[in-house]
């Protein structure tokens, strides 16, 4: 009897740690503030140029919303939004969020050939990688790995992001020389149709 209590609560235990640290039903209480920019559940944001909260993945929204509390990553409009944010009551915003659906966009179809084969296939003669390689290749991330869903992701955010990297401006988390290395081949038609593919994505 004590091994079948003690698988349980080992069994109980191993499934909360792989889903997260964090309540969503907690996080749900703390996230209307959200809102007013990022839209109701994290899904429709008031400017193309803020990001989608939903889906993200939650070690990923952890990770951001650490790094921006604490200054490493500055994003104006945040600025006093987490303080005094507590690290659970940080958890807990980011498994509502992840709980939440990712609504999609429609991508310019104009675009959509260059930016899926560079989403898929990469640029072999300027040293880019296949984003699918750690985004996935339907877009919907890699929650262990931290590299965030970026289907359904505001193309103009995609865009704004891919330029700070490639400019060094956000250089903040264990996944952001990745990413500085890959924008910094990548040009500004490539970041376009790659923004504006992965938007539709599904």
Known sequence: MKKLIAGVVLGVGLTAMAHGAGDPQAGEQNAAVCAGCHGQAGQKPIMGSYPK?????EKYLYQQLVAIQSGDRVI??????????????????????????????????????????????????????ACAGCHNPQGMGNEPGGYPRLSGQNA?????QLKAYRGGERATGSNAAIMM????????AEIEAVANYVSGLH
Do not use: C, H
């Open 76 to 129: 104006a409009e945040m600025t006093g939004i987490l303080d005094g944010k507590s690290e659970q009551e940080l958890q807990d915003l980011a498994a509502y969020f992840n709980e939440q659906d990712m609504p999609l966009n429609q991508a310019n179809p104009d675009l959509v050939e260059q930016g899926a084969a560079l989403y898929r296939g990469g640029n072999m003669a300027s040293g880019v990688p």
């Open 53 to 57: 909260l939903s889906g993200l993945g």
């Open 156 to 160: 103009e955010y995609i865009s704004k």
């Open 181 to 188: 290395d890959v924008a910094a081949k990548l040009t500004d």
